[in-house]
């Protein structure tokens, strides 16, 4: 099965450029149907750039970001060198409220360029 997804610009050439494995979302019914082996198509929503697709590797189920965080390596979450060690979970409830966390839960998907 193959899934869209956009992404802000920076996030799409971390991932385009191998540098970011994980995008990191709230598990709901969307996010609940992608299973290891699936693709996902990338495009980007801030500019028209070309789409790629990955392949979906492996599926990190959390209660929330703050274990994510807790458990997952922040460099390949889309944190660089010079801003993890600013990195808050707290950072994701401008994409996904407390609420949303707590009844759906997070995950990480892992993925690999294809």
């Known amino acids: ?3 869209q997804m956009k992404l802000r610009s920076q996030p ?11 995008e990191l979302r709230l598990y709901d019914e969307k996010r609940q149907q992608i299973k290891m082996g699936d693709e996902i198509e990338f495009s980007c929503a801030d500019e028209k750039r070309e789409p790629f697709v990955v392949v979906v590797t492996g599926l990190h ?5 703050a274990e994510l965080y807790a458990s997952l390596p922040l460099l390949q979450c889309g944190y660089t060198e010079e801003n993890v060690d600013k990195a808050n979970p707290n ?8 609420e949303e966390q707590a ?6 998907i ?3 360029l294809i």
């Open 1 to 3: 099965m193959r899934y």
């Open 12 to 22: 799409f050439e971390m991932i385009h450029s191998g540098k970011k494995t994980f």
């Open 61 to 65: 189920l959390f209660k929330n970001f």
């Open 91 to 98: 950072d994701m409830n401008r994409y996904y409220s407390v």
């Open 103 to 108: 009844k759906y839960g997070v995950v990480g």
């Open 110 to 112: 892992e993925i690999k």
